[in-house]
């Protein structure tokens, strides 16, 4: 990325404000005030979208995008975003895999209180890991995310990482029916299964895409999934594809293999060695096909094989020395109380506690509390019939081993828990506050698969 933050507001600042005119001017990308203040302004607003060919999908959009606008920032660096919310209801930005301070982490009524319609939020952090990350609201996330406001963070590498080509792809599922009007994001029995699919596969908010490559060359393809409910069996036959990086940390290359279960919030960096021109390799999320990657002639010198990337600065477990803690996630199956008064579901719990997300108090109950720079051995249990992808604020964790594969350990800040499987996670808890540790089933999550662990 050649272009700097700035460079870019100086290219959006030209353009002044863009606006566009359907049941009265909706405005998302404006001119930041004072770029001395912060690096991008992001605006939430409504967006039609053409997903359907011929219907309109009205998507709410982050800097003019669904899924948003790219994010960049480079490594140890401070990335600074004026969020300004013209959506009708209020909203928050998670920052999904960043290790940050509390107050910049989009928990609403934890980190901030909700920005409200018509309001803005500074974010400003520092961003100690480089990877591909990414964004998302932390309220009524069901639809909030459904409708598309979810975005890609990269951060890139302090040095020339070796690859001089590379691509984002978020994948995302859309709720819609064959009109592109939107469907239920949430529906009670598969919020109790494997949470409410989205029928209409994207790549970077287009149906079934052709992307062009250029032959010869070995191009770094950053996968997002940002999907509230799938997972995607991700495999890309026929081609030489090496695994680089997993949901934001750098692992030693390796082959992709046949297949790589891809759950929501997870990420993975490939690079792939660019066939001669003309062919065309498919994207498929196991037998359906996502996007078409088609190679196309290049002048450049064939590129080959960069290192494997720097490994990110994150503390080291001590095992020997770890306390042992246990998480238990659960099928409960109970309903609410409250539900025939609007109230949420409650399918699921961890350790015996279903999270309310119409419960603000929640967060003043959390399940576990971790010393200040201790180290912690988590097992992870999955008790139920379906896979849970489990994602911890705040901190990365290092996955240890596993009950039903063999695993070479790793960093990440989500791990997909299959059925029935027991995981050991470890870390270092070296970021003080209370963090949300949640399914990121989004349907799950928002019946119980959350709760909150304080670091102190
Ligand atoms: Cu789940």
């Not at 042992?324 to 719990?349: C, D, I, L, P, Y």
């Not at 705040?394 to 989500?414: A, C, H």
Request: hydrophobic share 40%; aromatic share 8%.
């Amino acid at each position: 990325m050649s272009v700097t933050r700035r460079q870019l507001l100086a290219g959006l600042a030209g353009l002044g404000v863009i606006g566009f005119s359907a049941g009265g001017v909706r405005y998302w990308l404006g001119r930041p005030e004072d770029v001395a203040t912060h690096d991008y302004e992001l605006i939430a607003a409504p967006l039609d979208v053409e997903l359907v060919p011929g219907f309109k999908t009205p998507a709410w959009a982050y800097g003019g995008q669904a899924p948003g606008l790219e994010l960049r920032c480079r490594q140890g660096e401070r990335l600074r975003v004026r969020f300004i919310n013209r959506l009708s209801e209020a909203t928050t930005i998670h920052w999904h895999g960043i290790r940050l301070p509390l107050e910049m982490d989009g928990v609403p009524y934890l980190s901030q209180l909700p920005v409200l319609p018509g309001e803005y939020f500074d974010y400003d952090f520092i961003c100690p890991d480089a990877g591909s990350f990414w964004y998302h609201p932390h309220t009524a996330s069901g639809e909030q995310l459904g409708r598309g406001l979810v975005g890609p963070l990269i951060v890139e590498e302090r040095a020339p990482s070796g690859f001089r080509h590379e691509r984002t792809l978020s994948l995302k599922h859309w709720h819609v029916d064959k009109q592109g009007a939107f469907t239920a994001f949430s529906v009670p029995r598969e919020a109790a299964r494997g949470g409410t699919p989205g029928l209409l596969s994207s790549v970077n908010g287009t149906h079934n895409p052709t992307l062009e490559l250029p032959a010869g060359q070995v191009v770094r393809l950053r996968l997002l999934n940002l999907d509230n409910t799938l997972t995607y069996r991700l495999m890309l036959p026929g081609v030489e594809a090496r695994i680089y990086a997993l949901d934001g940390n750098p692992v030693e290359p390796r082959p992709l293999g046949k297949e790589y279960w891809l759950g929501p919030g997870m990420r993975i960096e490939l690079g792939v060695r660019v066939p001669e021109a003309g062919r065309e390799i498919p994207l498929r999320n196991g037998p359906l096909r996502l996007a078409t990657l088609k190679s196309v002639a290049s002048s450049e010198t064939p590129g080959s094989w960069p290192p494997a990337l720097q490994a990110n600065p994150i503390a080291e477990p001590d095992l020997s020395r770890a306390e042992k803690m246990r998480f238990n996630f659960e099928w409960a199956g109970a309903v609410s109380v409250g539900v025939e008064q609007g109230g949420a579901h409650s399918f699921w719990q961890i350790n015996g506690q279903a999270w309310d997300i119409d419960d603000k108090s929640c967060v003043e109950r959390p399940i576990a509390t971790l010393n200040k720079d201790g180290h912690y051995i988590f097992e992870l249990r999955n008790l139920s019939q379906y896979q849970h992808p489990i994602h911890l604020h705040g901190m990365s964790f290092k996955v240890l081993s596993s009950n039903r594969k063999t695993i070479t350990p790793y960093f990440t800040d989500t791990y997909l828990l299959g059925k029935n499987e027991t995981a050991q996670v470890a870390l270092v808890a070296d970021n003080p506050g209370i963090w949300m540790f949640h399914c990121h089933v989004i349907d799950h999550m928002e019946t119980g698969l959350m709760a909150a662990i304080e670091v102190v």
